[in-house]
């Protein structure tokens, strides 16, 4: 029994081999039953099945972003956009229509703002936002690990001149920055940024389903249909079951839980009692909604110049920053033994050289000692492997998962931090593949853009958004950037049996093209826009 044939289609399924590519595709329920030609398809049909004419629209297999923080996303798209901004006058436009819009005292929250590309050549301040929004609170987070607050935000956080900086004996501690006189420029780095977030009121659970539902329908317009949520607390897990069961959830979500690097070192007392008394690991769940794992956040971002880069590496005119952890290095292999043996796949988050090579040695070491193939462990951004590093990821099946759309927007702030020699070099996706290693687009969302196509634009040309060239020779084919946000990604968390392929007994999620969208040159690959999208069966998106 079919319930539904696509015919008159160009179907990207390379593992079908040589010859005249398939045209149809009938689907039964939620699973893919045949792949063929039309003929072929069509002859499956029955009285009831639907049966679709694509006309000539290209078909791929529903895209996965492997880390993708979908409800912070969903909350961000309903806050200020601040991605496009070049100037602080631009930031200060948006500001101001969001306080046009908002409710006496009311906060105003935004995101998206990157120094390294601000004609200013300078971070705002709380000064420029007091101009605009003299009476409401007001926070903006930079893309990355930063953030400014104006002066009615830092009054009911309770900053003043005499607040001090957290103890810079706790790992990451951060800091406010201050005017020559000692007074706050609303500034804020690494964890001190909690110093004023703590003042925001808490989301509830109602609005985190809103955000949850709000990031689905742009992420089908986009072509996702799976993604992994990195990081998350009890309360926000709590709002994707709900949002499960009120079908609120229309993408598949794999939920990675907050581990250690995510609150200060006091703190993390609890966590092994809260991570444990969770009682099942990765892979629990179904098919919409499961757990898939942990995340680790050893270090910091290159950009803001904190991730941890090998001893004799410095920052840009900074020859004794050599960057920070966010983990102790001693203690990793015991944690990651501790995530492992508790039967959760681990997501590690790092940029620098250093903390990318402590990761994996520890994954090798635990590997080796207790395999469990169906755990994948990995590392995210992964930008500067080393030879080593490269050949124990090889060996032990670590996948790279690669932020791909940094390169374009967020490559000047690695130039500022590190060169333009050094930077160049980041995210090596031809020496993964060429390793053997699986490799994954991700977009970190909201930290850059959540559209698949333009990380795909990304791997394909390596130019930041000047025009500044990357190492031409990591550059990607199409074909192999395309590979990274299905079959790659589907093997980076383990779901390679039912996700990243149009095949039977696959999933149903499938992606319509425009005619000729792959075919177009590297540079324009970001602006592949959708006709549909299906999710098991089911189109969620749908402007043809």
């Known amino acids: 029994m079919v319930d539904h044939v696509l015919t008159n289609a160009r179907v990207h399924a390379p593992e079908v ?304 920053n050599h960057g920070t952890w966010v983990i102790p290095p001693e203690t990793i292999p015991e944690i990651v033994r501790w995530l492992h043996d508790h039967d959760l796949a681990i997501d590690s988050h790092t940029c620098g050289g250093l903390t990318q090579e402590t990761i994996v040695r520890a994954y090798a070491a635990v590997m080796r000692d207790a395999p469990k193939p169906h755990l994948r462990h990995r590392v995210h951004h992964a930008y500067f492997p080393t030879l080593d590093t490269l050949g124990l990821m090889a060996e032990h099946g670590i996948a790279a998962l690669v932020s791909a759309p940094f390169i374009r927007n967020l490559g000047e702030s690695f130039v500022a931090s590190l060169g333009e020699d050094r930077a160049g070099a980041v995210m090596p996706a031809r020496a993964y593949l060429d390793a053997g290693i699986t490799l994954a687009g991700t977009s970190d969302s909201p930290v850059d853009d959540f559209n698949p196509f333009v990380g795909c634009q990304a791997l394909t040309t390596r130019q930041t958004i000047t025009g500044r060239q990357f190492d031409p020779g990591q550059a990607l084919t199409t074909a192999e950037a395309l590979d990274a946000y299905t079959t790659g990604a589907a093997r980076a968390i383990g779901r390679e049996d039912d996700l990243g392929r149009i095949a039977p007994d696959y999933l149903a999620d499938l992606v319509v093209l425009k005619p000729g969208s792959l075919d177009r040159e590297p540079d324009e690959l970001g602006s592949i826009a959708p006709l549909a999208t299906m999710v098991g069966g089911e189109w969620v998106f749908d402007r043809r």
């Not at 909350?75 to 901004?85: A, D, F, K, N, P």
């Open 17 to 320: 081999g040589s010859g005249p590519g398939p045209t149809a595709v009938a689907i039964r329920r939620d699973r893919i039953v045949a792949v063929g030609s039309d003929d072929d398809i069509r002859g499956l049909a029955r009285p009831g099945t639907r049966v679709e004419d694509l006309r000539g629209a290209t078909v791929i297999p529903g895209l996965i972003d492997a880390h993708n923080h979908l409800l912070a996303t969903g909350q961000v798209l309903g806050q200020v956009s601040l991605y496009g901004c070049r100037d602080i006058a631009a930031i200060l436009a948006r500001v101001a229509e969001a306080v046009g819009r908002a409710a006496p005292g009311e906060w105003v929250l935004g995101r998206g703002w990157d120094e390294s590309l601000l004609a200013d050549g300078r971070h705002p301040t709380r000064h420029d936002l007091d101009r605009v929004a003299p009476d409401h609170p007001v926070v903006l987070h930079r893309v990355w690990n930063k953030l400014v607050a104006n002066s009615a935000a830092l009054r009911l956080a309770g900053i003043t001149a005499a607040t001090p900086d957290p103890p810079r004996d706790v790992p990451y501690a951060g800091w406010m920055e201050r005017d020559a006189a000692g007074e706050p420029t609303g500034l804020f780095h690494d964890r001190a940024k909690a110093m004023v977030t703590g003042a925001i009121p808490a989301a509830t659970t109602a609005e985190m389903v809103a955000a949850i539902g709000r990031a689905c329908r742009a992420y089908h317009a986009v072509g996702l249909t799976t993604v992994v949520d990195p990081g998350l607390t009890p309360d926000e897990v709590r709002a994707y079951d709900r949002a499960a069961r009120e079908s609120t959830l229309t993408i598949r979500a794999d939920l990675l839980l907050a581990a250690w690097g995510f609150v200060p070192a006091e703190d993390e007392a609890g966590l092994r009692d809260r991570i444990g008394a969770v009682g099942f690991g990765t892979g629990f769940g179904d098919a919409r909604l499961r757990l898939g794992g942990a995340k680790l956040m050893p270090d910091g971002g290159i950009g803001d110049r904190t991730a941890k880069l090998h001893p004799d590496e410095h920052y840009r005119d900074e020859p004794d």
